[in-house]
């Protein structure tokens, strides 16, 4: 899992979910809620999957004008 950041109702609209979830999205209840991706590899492809979350982390890093760690 890495953390991205957080929801914001403004830009993560209702719109944007299935309207025929059981449970409807509503973006009002979970503004500044934490979110993150959570990165996923076959058995045995630990390396791979290491490699894959610091590129995904330099990238949203470099979205966020964070830097390098």
């Known amino acids: 899992m890495l953390p991205v950041g957080r929801v914001m109702k403004d830009i993560d609209r209702d719109d944007l979910a299935p309207s025929t979830s059981p449970r409807p999205y509503q973006s009002e209840l979970v ?39």
């Open 31 to 69: 503004d500044g809620a934490p979110t993150a991706i959570q990165v996923v590899a076959r058995s045995y492809q630990d390396e791979e999957l290491v490699a894959a979350g610091r590129v995904i982390d330099q990238c949203l890093r470099k979205a966020n004008n964070l830097g390098p760690e």
